[in-house]
């Protein structure tokens, strides 16, 4: 069964620190780009950060560079988010993804129909 299962999410004080995982079973995952997305209440889905196949590049966005790192660990088949810095508006749910098409460092975006998975809720506050 092809399916990506997200965990280390959790409630962490303003500026404090977490480290998200996405484990892929079913499939590799080196040989996709990869991508973390979330959701807060009553928003949209908006991407966060990517790293693509084979030289591990990577995308941050605007709102999440110097604070987030994304990493892969292909012989554990599994794609890392570490937060650190963490504010009150990076509360939502943390999604990973393979439906994601790897542009280059400045652009990562959703596309085709791939795997989602089902999220972990990350929730900063006092």
């Known amino acids: 069964q092809v399916q990506l299962v997200e965990s280390g999410g959790g409630l962490v004080q303003p500026g404090g620190s977490l480290r998200l995982s996405c484990v892929a079973s079913?499939?590799?995952?080196?040989?996709?780009?990869i991508g973390w997305f979330r959701q807060a209440p009553g928003q949209e889905r908006e991407g966060v950060s990517c790293?693509?196949?084979?030289?591990?590049?990577?995308y941050y966005a605007d709102s999440v560079k110097g604070r987030f790192t994304i990493s892969r660990d292909n012989a554990k088949n599994t794609v890392y988010l570490e937060m650190s810095s963490l504010k009150p508006e990076d509360t939502a749910s943390y999604y990973c993804?393979?439906?994601?098409?790897?542009?280059?460092?400045?652009?990562?975006?959703?596309?085709?129909?791939?795997?989602w998975g089902k999220g972990t809720l990350v929730t900063v506050s006092s």
């Open positions: 079913g499939f590799s995952l080196d040989y996709y780009d």
């Open positions: 993804t393979t439906s994601i098409i790897f542009e280059s460092s400045s652009s990562c975006r959703r596309y085709g129909s791939g795997t």
């Open positions: 790293i693509s196949r084979g030289d591990d590049s990577t």
